[in-house]
């Protein structure tokens, strides 16, 4: 059997006949409809062979691509083109259909192109043929060598890692058609670093050192070249790739010093870094796990060695406080070493390292130590005793100066107390346990020098006194008691049961006694031997008129040493009681109120407050009336601002007071009337026009001593016997002008226009701004202005 291979392009139509394909699967068969499949193909008119070119073709353009061919037999037509990249990279022979590239191809570019073929009529230009669609493959040739995808690669291994272990996976690609043999494939190798790593064929690189060490090079950089497998020759991609060793515990701490010298003084605090122990350790402070310890010596509970892996140190520090006095020099040896190192990687053969550690105590001036931390004595209540208890401070130096003591007076009831030089402590007051059950002092040392002055040095203690109990307190009543009985209770009515508490320590065997002070009442106390006792109804039925309540002394005993026995009022109120005998009618006991002394001086006071108070009010208001029977109204204590609401108009102020004050005085008049405390001004004024004198007058030695001098006298004296001014010191103005003068008074309050020369009458031509000067200096005959 024979088979007719058909290539068909994109869109194109059969190139074989159908009866001719049968022919050739069938032969012998007739060529009858009958024989023929029942699903017949629709014969097309597109014939051409699949068309492809090769990229980066040699040669001269255009390159030939293939034939473009329909089975329309006409003479008047042409082949077209039509896509992206008709007419630029390919063009077609209107009469032959040759299809050519015009431009050499890249495939690693575009590796298709997508056509659409034409046959249209060259005169009308309409298709003749439905357009088919064809692609166009562009060959790949190897002409692409492998590139890295990173220029530079950064990669870390551990330190002394085994042989073969993975560092890092580089690539690097290939553009070519991967789908070709061996276009794309890539293969590698070591330019630099190839003693130390090595490179597999798929790109990973390993380890081909188990010796690399940190501590001697950190840091490696290897280049990898990436090249065709069967491809362009010398044409190769490389990168970089820098690779980082990490740090592994592999090495022992080593001390830089074979002796170490401190020297510190005794007084250094415990926990305090005393100096410093340096080691070499050149691993990273992450992986430095130095242990410091004291290996030969006497002193591991003196001093504690603490490592600083950042600094690559030990940190000497005391335990226990240092003495010169009784040790003053300390030597022993450590050791350096490190537990957690992996022996696998031992880079060292010295698995430990010691040194010798010497401290040298230098002697300080110390304070007064006390003997003990904390003193406790024991004092009896209400007794004084000399000697309570001793306290004792020495000087730790080898001067062994005096102490002198004190009890501070901030102390808790250190008032009650003093010391002695020798440090015995005594009471100078007696206390008593329920008021003062422990006292606390705060003993002072202070250290002298040889003149007895204090040298600055001291210290202090803490001491407990405990007041101890004596029987002092008689037992009382439990708690207050209000006992009711009805008035008609039967003998033997159980009243009350009563307990009785003591002020002092009770002991778990106390034992209370319960008795009443007189037989000569209703009532009965049974003492039930368990500190507790009841109070009964002796005979029966109470008289409410004659008693409503009853006052009970109840002796309480205690069994101490001495036995004290006290005695507590029990007020047992009898009430009337319905026929189930509840209460329905009781008076009730009047309380007791306890006043204290403070009180009653506080309510003395505020009685007193009043009392001077109510004088005073009273005495106020008789002064005020013995003024009114005088007629005189006593005056405020204070001044007043008066305010006018009124415009100035210049001289025409004048009106607002009497210038014949003046004038008065000038001529030798009375004295006008004092006003009133009310000078508040009038709204219509007199305004008293002065006379006109003769200069002559006035001259010198008209009025004896001087007419200033004389009005200042008798101003005086009208202030000196006035009775109704106040009682303050005042400045008082007079506006009065002197008239000795030769050149004569310039002032318009004595001048009479009668004698000048002249003329003011035009004063009243112009306006009523200047009436008060026509009027004042004007022809008119009258003496006095009213407004």
Same mark, same amino acid.
């Given at each position: ?357 010497? *401290?040298?105590?230098? %002697? =300080?001036?110390?304070?007064? &130590? ?6 406790? #004595?024991? /004092?009896?209540? $209400? ?121 002092? *320590?009770?002991?778990? %065997? =106390?034992?209370?006694?319960? &008795? ?6 209703? #009532?009965? /106390?049974?003492? $039930? ?259």
């Amino acid at each position: 059997m024979q088979v007719l291979v058909v290539l068909l392009a994109a869109g194109g139509t059969c190139l074989g006949l159908l009866a001719a394909a049968a022919a050739a699967v069938n032969p012998g068969r007739p060529n009858t409809p009958s024989s023929l499949p029942i699903h017949r193909r629709q014969k097309r008119d597109w014939i051409w062979n699949q068309m492809h070119i090769d990229e980066e073709k040699n040669g001269s353009l255009p390159h030939y691509v293939g034939k473009i061919k329909s089975s329309v037999n006409r003479k008047n037509t042409k082949y077209q083109l039509k896509g992206e990249s008709a007419g630029k990279v390919f063009q077609v022979d209107e009469s032959t259909g040759d299809v050519y590239a015009f431009e050499r191809l890249d495939r690693e570019k575009l590796s298709e192109y997508h056509l659409v073929a034409l046959v249209v009529d060259k005169d009308t230009e309409k298709n003749l043929e439905s357009p088919s669609s064809f692609t166009i493959k562009v060959h790949d040739i190897n002409d692409n060598w492998p590139v890295f995808t990173h220029r530079v690669f950064n990669a870390s291994v551990p330190e002394m890692s085994g042989i073969g272990t993975s560092v890092i996976q580089v690539t690097a690609v290939d553009a070519d058609d991967p789908t070709v043999a061996d276009h794309a494939s890539v293969m590698y190798q070591l330019l630099k670093g190839e003693e130390h790593f090595s490179i597999r064929g798929s790109g990973l690189i390993v380890t081909a050192n188990k010796n690399l060490d940190r501590e001697k090079q950190a840091k490696y950089e290897i280049v990898v070249e990436a090249r065709d497998a069967q491809g362009l020759r010398g044409e190769s991609g490389t990168a970089t790739v820098l690779i980082s060793l990490q740090d592994v515990n592999d090495n022992f701490p080593i001390f830089t010093q074979s002796r170490y010298i401190f020297s510190v003084p005794e007084d250094i605090r415990v926990g305090s870094p005393l100096g410093s122990l340096f080691v070499e350790d050149p691993d990273e402070p992450q992986n430095r796990k130095t242990k410091y310890s004291i290996v030969q010596g006497e002193y591991r509970d003196t001093f504690t060695i603490e490592p600083d892996p950042t600094r690559n140190e030990g940190i000497i520090k005391p335990m226990k406080p240092l003495d010169y006095e009784h040790i003053r020099q300390y030597s022993f040896t450590i050791e350096a070493t490190d537990p957690t190192i992996d022996l696998r990687y031992l880079s060292s053969t010295s698995t430990k390292n010691i040194a010798r550690v010497i *401290i040298n105590v230098t %002697d =300080v001036d110390e304070p007064p &130590s006390f003997q003990q931390p904390f003193y406790h #004595f024991q /004092l009896r209540e $209400n007794q004084k005793k000399p000697l309570i208890g001793s306290v004792l401070a020495v000087d730790p130096d080898a001067a062994k100066r005096s102490i002198r003591y004190s009890i501070r007076r901030t102390s808790d009831k250190g008032q009650f107390f003093g010391i002695t030089k020798q440090g015995n402590i005594y009471n100078e007051k007696e206390l008593d346990r329920e008021v003062y059950p422990w006292c606390n002092l705060t003993v002072e040392a202070k250290e002298l020098d040889s003149s007895g002055t204090s040298t600055g040095k001291e210290s202090i203690v803490q001491v407990h006194i405990e007041v101890m109990d004596e029987n002092d307190n008689a037992p009382e009543f439990a708690k207050p008691y209000e006992p009711k009985v009805c008035e008609n209770a039967a003998q033997g009515k159980l009243v009350v049961q009563i307990s009785a508490i003591d002020k002092d *320590i009770t002991p778990r %065997d =106390v034992k209370f006694k319960f &008795s009443l002070s007189t037989e000569d009442s209703n #009532f009965t /106390l049974t003492d $039930n031997h368990d500190n507790t006792a009841n109070i009964t109804v002796k005979y029966g039925y109470f008289d409410r008129e004659r008693a409503k309540v009853h006052h009970l002394p109840v002796l309480i005993s205690d069994n101490g040493r001495p036995s004290l026995t006290g005695t507590s009022m029990l007020d047992v109120t009898v009430c009337k009681c319905n026929e189930r005998g509840e209460f329905t009618l009781c008076e009730e006991v009047a309380a007791q109120v306890g006043v204290s002394i403070q009180a009653l001086v506080a309510i003395f006071l505020c009685i007193l407050t009043i009392t001077v108070i109510t004088l005073l009010i009273i005495l106020r208001r008789r002064l005020r009336k013995q003024a009114r029977a005088h007629g005189k109204s006593v005056p405020e204590i204070h001044e007043q601002l008066v305010t006018y609401d009124e415009e100035g108009g210049g001289e025409m102020d004048t009106t607002s007071y009497d210038v014949s004050v003046l004038n008065s005085v000038r001529h030798g008049g009375t004295k006008p009337p004092r006003p009133a405390l009310d000078t508040r001004p009038s709204l219509y004024a007199q305004v008293q026009k002065p006379p006109r004198h003769a200069p002559g007058a006035h001259g010198p030695g008209a009025h004896g001593p001087g007419e200033m001098a004389a009005m200042i006298e008798v101003k005086k004296d009208e202030a000196d016997h006035d009775g109704g001014g106040p009682p303050y010191d005042t400045l008082h103005i007079y506006g009065y002008e002197g008239a000795e003068s030769i050149a004569e008074s310039l002032s318009s309050l004595g001048t009479d226009s009668s004698d000048s020369d002249i003329d003011y009458d035009f004063l009243n031509d112009w306006g009523p701004r200047f009436k008060m000067l026509a009027e004042l200096y004007g022809s008119d005959p009258r003496e006095e202005l009213v407004y």
